[in-house]
């Protein structure tokens, strides 16, 4: 069995209180499933970021919040439908700079 992972941080800037980190597993051959039926449910996105999409900028500026909604309900069930595991965490930058 082949596992893939994929991390993402937000917050790196100076200045935040909290680092916050996503990480996600799965096999190789679940990725490569979900990857095919989420580039068609996000149409006519050809990337989604959640921030924009909630926020309704960026990619998504213009957008109403039904045609925002309409795109969650897409694909928020994909994520379900695959055996896809995740977690979030976050460091606050305070106690760190205290430990180093």
Known sequence: MVMQVYMDESNTHDGTEYLTIGVAWAEARTWSNWE??????????????SVEVHN???????????????????????????????????????KLRKLL
């Not at 996000?42 to 989604?48: D, G, K, Q, R, S």
């Not at 969650?72 to 896809?84: E, Q, S, Y």
């Open 56 to 94: 309704r900028n960026g990619i998504c500026k213009g957008w109403s919040p039904p045609q925002r909604n309409a795109l969650v309900n897409r694909v928020l069930p994909i994520i379900a439908k695959h055996k896809i595991q995740g977690r979030i965490g976050y460091l606050d930058r305070k």
């Open 36 to 49: 095919k039926l989420w580039k068609k449910k996000i149409l006519p996105l050809e990337i989604y970021h």
